[in-house]
């Protein structure tokens, strides 16, 4: 798997991120275990995870596979601390006291000594941004982190948070980017791209929106399916939605590959962007991220896709 530098920075990532977000509900410790081994043999090394992510679950079944899987040192490592998640609901709390807090947890969690990466989750108005980023720097001082970013800011926000951090501190923001939701295109890759700061796209297939599964209803296995996430699926299932995926669908058949491959392939390859990051249920929906990495798409093919999704 192709590498790329994380903006202007010396950190260099896999072109795809392995997402945690379902580790500890719908992927146990096995399914885990075969995920991260077949991720690594690819040459993948991001690994994005959180304390948000499953109550604090998918931290803990990371933790089960980091060097009995794959050696520590082998993963760049992905965290994030901001925002806390009980039972479905969410805080935001960007004080010093609870992103160190968090941090501290984290380490734990994962029984390592650093993150490779460790990301502030949200914009928190409540905190001054020169705490933010004095807590930041703090972190990268101490040695428990190596770079920096923020997950979530708009244009304007991530803009401050660079500016009160310093040149080349902040160096990732990681946001929802894909064939449905181009929005970031506007403010946030611009102010990226002129602070030096790489975008990691999350979400890039929307859910699984774009493998066109949603095509002729709901399948029952799916997330649309799943009262937890019927409702975020659902904001995907519009007429103009019905349009790209047809789209990625007719060029997939065109290139013999997936629409899977299709979407994934156009995110990743965006300008500003250093890493689509995908979460997968189990080892055969990865197997089939990972045929993604393999697709460069042809010119007039990004070209149509850009317009049936503008």
């Not at 709390?93 to 994962?110: I, K, V």
């Not at 995908?278 to 990004?302: K, S």
């Amino acid at each position: 798997m192709k590498q790329r530098s994380v903006g202007s920075s010396g950190l260099r990532v896999s072109r795809l991120g392995l997402g945690t977000l379902g580790w500890g509900s719908g992927t146990d410790g096995d399914d885990a275990a075969g995920q991260i081994a077949a991720f690594a043999e690819a040459g993948g090394t991001l690994v994005d995870t959180s304390p948000a992510y499953g109550d604090g679950r998918a931290q803990r079944v990371l933790a089960e596979v980091l060097d009995d899987v794959v050696p520590r040192r082998e993963l760049i490592v992905s965290g994030a601390a901001g925002v806390t998640s009980r039972g479905g609901s969410f805080s935001i709390d960007c004080s010093r006291r609870a992103l160190l807090s968090q941090l501290d947890e984290t380490l734990r969690d994962l029984g390592t000594d650093y993150l490779d990466l460790w990301q502030v989750a949200a914009w928190d108005s409540a905190t001054p941004v020169d705490e933010i980023a004095a807590t930041l720097d703090y972190a990268v001082s101490s040695g428990k982190v190596r770079y920096v970013g923020a997950r979530g800011y708009l244009g304007w926000q991530l803009a401050t948070a660079a500016g009160a951090a310093g040149a080349g501190r902040v160096v990732a923001t990681q946001a929802e980017y894909s064939l449905l939701a181009r929005g970031i295109e506007d403010e946030l890759i611009p102010a990226a791209t002129h602070h030096g700061v790489g975008v990691l796209a999350a979400v890039p297939l929307a859910g699984g929106v774009l493998t066109g599964k949603y095509r002729k209803g709901t399948p029952a296995d799916s997330r649309g399916a799943d009262d937890l996430h019927a409702d975020s699926i659902a904001n995907y299932l519009t007429d103009a939605a019905e349009n790209v995926v047809d789209a990625a669908v007719t060029a997939a058949s065109g290139l013999k590959t997936s629409p899977l491959a299709v979407a994934l392939a156009w995110a990743r390859d965006r300008p500003g962007v250093s890493s689509a990051i995908v979460g997968a249920r189990d080892l055969a929906q990865l197997t089939g991220v990972l045929v993604a990495e393999d697709l460069e798409l042809p010119a007039a093919i990004t070209s149509a896709l850009d317009d049936v999704s503008s």
